[in-house]
């Protein structure tokens, strides 16, 4: 079983940055692929990044590409989403979610791929 939980979140004027975290229990998690969604409010949980259990593979949505940075420190159990150059399109409850299949690539989208959830962390990007 793997227990995440996020921090980071807050509230941002446009143009700025903030960095999440996605801290996890039980070193299984070292060897599962990570992705970050998030959801808007009356939306559908979307995916935002992903990166492979090892850290060298990186998936990113088109609206983030370029903006937004996927890593993950294995040794603290901790995966990080930088986010640059925030929009107020961006602003959303963001979550973390481990993959349930061990020594994934990073590659996986859609959110029925990850059984591990954290509770999600708010982040609001003012005009």
């Known amino acids: 079983q793997v227990q995440l939980v996020e921090s980071g979140g807050g509230l941002v004027q446009a143009g700025g940055s903030l960095r999440l975290s996605c801290l996890a229990s039980?070193?299984?998690?070292?060897?599962?692929?990570v992705g970050w969604f998030r959801q808007a409010a009356g939306k559908e949980r979307e995916f935002v990044a992903a990166?492979?259990?090892?850290?060298?593979?990186?998936t990113y949505a088109d609206s983030v590409k370029g903006r937004f940075t996927i890593s993950r420190d294995n040794p603290k159990n901790t995966v990080y989403l930088q986010m640059d150059s925030l929009k107020p399109e961006d602003t959303a409850v963001y979550y973390c979610?481990?993959?349930?299949?061990?020594?994934?690539?990073?590659?996986?989208?859609?959110?029925?791929?990850?059984?591990?959830w954290g509770q999600g962390t708010q982040v609001t990007v003012s005009s």
């Open positions: 979610a481990a993959d349930h299949r061990p020594y994934g690539l990073g590659t996986r989208r859609g959110k029925d791929e990850y059984a591990y």
């Open positions: 039980g070193s299984t998690f070292r060897t599962h692929a």
């Open positions: 990166t492979s259990w090892s850290g060298g593979g990186r």
